[in-house]
């Protein structure tokens, strides 16, 4: 049973314009949230995440929403640049220091 | 270099041998984590320490796999007769005690069986 799915599994987008990844996920008693991104034959990178207590995180480029009565989260990437261009996961937890719940993974590819 | 590492990179075995991975996680952390990712897939959770005592253990580790953190510093993944469906690539993770939720992911271990 997935319990963070991510439905889109590509999206391309034109450099220098908003990369929106979509992520929504079934338990509620995730309050941990996390945006990697994945190049081939590499580990996951931590971008940027965000507690159930706030909805909103920016960290430069990169934004984080979350809206908890819909359970749904997105990563809004402005301005999107070609190395951008990896998979981006989207992942969650129940409580501090424990086991994380992916998804599927979104392919990014920003063109020229 | 103070991230997290895994060795080997890459593992090439046949069908029912044994195979043995390390991690190294960031020095002052005290958390580390096992994932194991397929393709097309997230990673998966497999196992997690808090300092040398193993807490948490996914279903998806069969009796065919083992992990230890005997200090409490690098950990060792072994997997024992291998089959072809444990062709992955595994991942070590680790975060700290003091509040950072965060886990830093090395950059794996790529499992091939024959």
């Known amino acids: 049973d997935q319990q963070v799915k991510q439905n889109s599994p590509s999206l391309s987008v034109q450099e220098g314009r908003i990369s929106i990844l979509n992520c929504d996920y079934t338990n509620s008693m995730f309050d941990y949230f996390l945006w990697y991104k994945k190049y081939p034959a590499e580990g996951p990178t931590f971008l940027i995440s965000?507690?159930?207590?706030?909805d909103k995180n920016e960290d430069g480029r990169f934004t984080v929403f979350l809206n908890k009565s819909a359970k749904h989260l997105s990563l809004h990437i402005v301005p999107s640049q070609p190395g951008d261009s990896a998979v981006y996961f989207c992942?969650?937890?129940?409580?501090?220091?424990?086991?994380?719940?992916f998804g599927k993974g979104t392919s990014l590819l920003v063109t020229p | 270099d103070t991230g997290v590492s895994q060795n080997p990179r890459h593992k090439i075995t046949k069908r029912g041998q044994n195979v043995t991975f390390r991690c190294d996680p960031i020095?002052?952390?005290?958390?580390l984590y096992w994932y194991r990712q397929t393709l097309g897939q997230g990673p998966e959770f497999l196992t997690y320490f808090q300092n040398e005592a193993q807490l948490e253990k996914s279903r998806l580790l069969s009796d065919r796999f083992s992990a230890e953190r005997p200090k409490g510093s690098f950990s060792t993944l072994e997997i024992q007769r291998t089959e072809q469906g444990d062709s992955a690539m595994y991942l070590c993770?680790?975060?700290?005690?003091?509040?950072?939720?965060?886990?830093?992911f090395g950059p794996g271990t790529r499992l091939l069986v024959l």
């Open positions: 992942a969650a937890s129940g409580y501090s220091g424990y086991a994380l719940n």
């Open positions: 020095s002052e952390h005290n958390r």
């Open positions: 965000i507690s159930s207590i706030k």
């Open positions: 993770a680790s975060s700290s005690l003091a509040g950072e939720e965060t886990q830093y």
